[in-house]
């Protein structure tokens, strides 16, 4: 799995974290937290795979430099060995001038990739970050399993100590992208304090 789409994967995740998680009914407070360190255990398998990718990105650099320097020098000894012969000279010339530039544009390139996965390993605590507020708010959870076409998971209703069940199919006839959203918000407000009841 490449670096962009793990990247999608991991956004995806934060994504549906205000839309989707598993559950099933009667989950126990030790289900929820085992669905937090799974979780937990995703992210920090994607951002050891970033990590991976970065250190790979250097090393691939600094093999870029050190391969370069040789093209240098072994420019140079050739230019001090051809000097009676200013044909082959040029040829020669050219020859390691064009490869000495296609390693500058794969240098530059490899630093804009190290560069980018340094942004994104910066983003990774934000990301958490509203992952927990989002969950904060909603007591929402999907399930990250679940098929294409399908939105799976529960809702934490802390008023009445409850977990409710979500199984949706969008190829069933009567369940839409609105219904869902619908059905979503009514759980998450069954749930909220009853000060705002009298609003």
Not at 72 to 78: F, P, Q, S, T, Y
Not at 80 to 104: C, F, M, P, T, Y
Not at 192 to 199: A, E, K
């Amino acid at each position: 799995m490449g670096l962009d789409d793990e990247m999608s994967m991991f956004c995806e995740l934060v994504k549906d974290i205000t839309s989707s998680s598993h559950g099933k009914p009667g989950n126990t407070q030790d289900d929820l937290e085992k669905e937090t360190e799974e979780l937990d255990t995703k992210i920090q398998e994607i951002l050891n795979s970033i990590q991976n990718h970065k250190f790979t990105v250097e090393r691939e650099q600094e093999k870029m430099r050190e391969k370069r320097e040789r093209i240098r020098i072994e420019l140079e000894e050739e230019r001090k060995r051809l000097v009676g012969s200013r044909v082959e000279l040029d040829q020669l010339e050219i020859k390691h001038e064009n490869n000495l530039r296609d390693i500058q544009e794969k240098e530059k390139e490899l630093t804009r990739a190290k560069a980018s996965v340094e942004e994104m390993l910066g983003n990774i605590p934000k990301l958490t970050e509203i992952k927990q507020l989002y969950y904060s708010v909603s007591r929402l959870t999907f399930d990250k399993k679940a098929k294409p076409n399908t939105v799976r998971g529960f809702v934490l209703n802390p008023r009445k100590d409850d977990v409710n069940v979500f199984d949706f199919n969008y190829t069933t006839p009567g369940i839409t992208k609105q219904f869902v959203r619908n059905y979503l918000w009514d759980a998450i407000a069954a749930g909220v304090n009853p000060v705002w009841d009298t609003l």
